[in-house]
């Protein structure tokens, strides 16, 4: 088991960068959220909500954007959530960092480029011609496919799959059990059945890429499948063959982007979002949580729903549906009252 990593208020203090209020000689060897830190826990109040409960914190510090009055002590800094991230490195258990070379136990075939600085562990598979760049990690049990290129420092963790012929940049993570590179779901229906259209183009993941696990990437038809520099896709998530999705775009769990279809840069998918074939997403759009994208989306677009529409349209839909149940019952009444006096007019 790891051992804990005990900081003080002031040495993290200095590490942030932050302006420390109050004592600095408590310990601290974890993060934990607002209303579960105590006084071994370094926590954070990134909104007035918080900062209103500030009294009630038991922590060793709250990270905070402006000073507040507290009995705790306070690290001010100018953004909360940038200093958390370095927080949380801090406290991150040290694993063993894997050593360079090849593992005993591993398959590296003739015309496989191993860097001598790369590390290949238990049970992996190189293939002929693949080529693995400098400081990059290949995990337990990971295969990489004929002529399929791995850049530097990147690291695929346990289990992950690349088939051949891809091409992965610079600084990627792939999360443990992904495939980048299996044949894309095409199909012709052809003399009574249905016959697999060969897929014979590629996957290009640009440098900065992480995905996590369990995601999929198909490969082309024909030309590549890209995933663009600094796009991060959560677990669970299937991009078709012939995809291409931008830079810096974000991509959450249980998403599916059918064949075809392209993102510009920035582009935001909740979970569970599904996106049609051929359909083209504008920079920056963000699509809610299970919507469904059947039309193109211009830049800067928020949209939910299912059938996908803009943000504003269906809160005004929603408004009007909860209004049905009365706007039924006035109906009801009107039509009541309009016989009522069609039948004194026939009477009269």
């Given at each position: ?45 990134a ?10 914190c ?26 958390l ?19 005993k ?14 590390s ?56 443990a ?32 890429v ?52 392209k ?86």
């Amino acid at each position: 088991m790891t051992e804990s990593k005990n900081i003080t208020v002031k040495g993290l203090a200095n590490i942030l960068g932050a302006k420390l209020i109050g004592s600095g000689e408590a310990q601290a060897c974890r993060v934990l959220p607002f209303d579960t830190a105590g006084a071994d826990s370094i926590t954070f109040a990134a909104d007035e909500k918080l900062l209103e409960k500030i009294s009630e914190c038991r922590a060793a510090a709250v990270i905070v954007n402006k000073k507040v009055d507290s009995q705790v002590p306070l690290l001010v800094v100018d953004n909360v959530q940038r200093a958390l991230i370095e927080t949380l490195k801090q406290f991150m258990p040290a694993l063993a960092k894997p050593p360079a070379g090849i593992h005993k136990a591993a398959v590296v075939e003739t015309g496989a480029i191993v860097d001598k600085t790369a590390s290949v562990g238990p049970l992996a598979c190189i293939r002929t011609g693949a080529k693995i760049g400098e400081r990059t990690v290949i995990g337990a049990g990971v295969k990489i496919g004929e002529n399929s290129v791995i850049g530097k420092d990147c690291r695929l963790e346990d289990n992950v799959v690349v088939y051949h012929n891809c091409t992965i940049g610079n600084s990627c993570v792939i999360a443990a059990n992904s495939t980048i590179g299996a044949t894309g779901f095409g199909y012709y229906f052809i003399d009574g059945r249905h016959q697999l259209i060969p897929h014979t183009g590629s996957v290009v993941i640009e440098d900065c890429v992480e995905i996590g696990a369990n995601a999929c990437i198909d490969r082309a038809k024909f030309g590549n499948t890209i995933v663009g520099a600094g796009t991060k896709i959560d677990n669970l998530v299937h991009i078709a063959h012939n995809v291409v999705i931008g830079k810096c775009c974000l991509i959450m769990a249980q998403v599916g982007i059918a064949g075809s279809s392209k993102l510009g840069n920035g582009v935001v998918l909740a979970g569970q979002a599904g996106i049609k074939d051929h359909i083209k997403i504008g920079d920056r759009t963000q699509i809610g949580a299970q919507a469904g994208v059947i039309n193109d989306i211009w830049p800067n677009k928020q949209v939910v729903g299912s059938p996908a529409i803009d943000v504003k349209e269906f809160f005004r839909q929603v408004l009007l549906e909860k209004k049905l149940p009365e706007m039924n019952k006035q109906l009801k009444q009107l039509v009541k009252r309009v016989e009522e006096i069609e039948a004194a007019e026939n009477n009269s």
